[in-house]
């Protein structure tokens, strides 16, 4: 999984209550991304980071919050957890030097949320 | 519509059948071409990487996109039971975003 991980794997939370999953990277990469995948729509992206601090909203943004405080590490944080947030959430990451942006990606978090 | 249409499957062949998987696509400006490959469970692994029109050959794998048509392929030869996944093509253009395909599930029985 090209030095990528995420945490927790797995997490079981109630409607309403906060969430956060953390992405952490040991490539050194700059570009970070945060997708969900459901059946039916494949992968969507919720929001990336071209760098320390720097973010922006991809497609399906609304509810979800990000931070990049350090370059290894890219937290999703649901503020108020809802159902239709229940999805496997996938951590990516790329460094566009080298002439081509390609996406390498983490094992995935499969969230519950009751 | 969709940018991307994929066939979801799922697509079930005997081993050592040549396997085609296939992505239309709408919007003429993507240039970059990537398939991935994912195991259930598992996160998606890149699998091929192409720039514009023309073939990519890797192994037991062939990479091609019709730039004309709007019609990308992967073609597997060989298949194998660890071939069995499923498989999302993904383009982009320029320094924009990667669209997905929503993928296509592919078993080999043995």
């Known amino acids: 999984d090209a030095g990528i991980t995420q945490s927790p794997r797995h997490k079981v939370t109630e409607t309403g209550t906060p969430v956060t999953l953390r992405c952490h990277q040991t490539e050194n990469h700059r570009y970070m991304y945060w997708y969900r995948q459901d059946p039916g729509h494949g992968l969507r992206l919720i929001h990336y980071?071209?760098?320390?601090?720097?973010?922006d909203k991809g497609e399906v943004s609304d509810g979800y919050s990000v931070s990049r405080s350090k370059t290894e590490d890219f937290l999703l944080t649901l503020e108020s957890a809802t159902s239709s947030q229940t999805s496997v959430y996938f951590c990516?990451?790329?460094?566009?030097?080298?002439?081509?942006?390609?996406?390498?990606f983490g094992p995935g978090t499969r969230l519950l949320v009751l | 519509q969709k940018e991307v249409e994929q066939d979801p499957g799922p697509l079930s062949v005997p081993e050592g059948a040549i396997v085609s998987l296939n992505c239309t696509y709408s919007?003429?400006?993507?240039?970059?071409f990537m398939w991935y490959r994912q195991y259930s469970r598992k996160g998606p692994e890149l699998l091929m990487y192409?720039?514009?029109?023309g073939n990519k050959e890797d192994g037991r794998f062939t990479a091609q996109v019709d730039k004309s048509s709007k019609y990308i392929s992967l073609f597997i030869r060989d298949s194998q039971p660890s071939d069995s996944a499923t498989y999302l093509c993904?383009?982009?253009?320029?320094?924009?975003?990667?669209?997905f395909g929503t993928g296509t599930r592919l078993t080999i029985i043995p």
């Open positions: 993904a383009m982009r253009f320029g320094n924009e975003k990667l669209t």
């Open positions: 192409t720039y514009s029109s």
């Open positions: 990516a990451i790329s460094d566009p030097a080298g002439g081509g942006e390609t996406q390498y």
């Open positions: 919007n003429s400006a993507f240039q970059y």
């Open positions: 980071s071209y760098g320390v601090k720097d973010t």
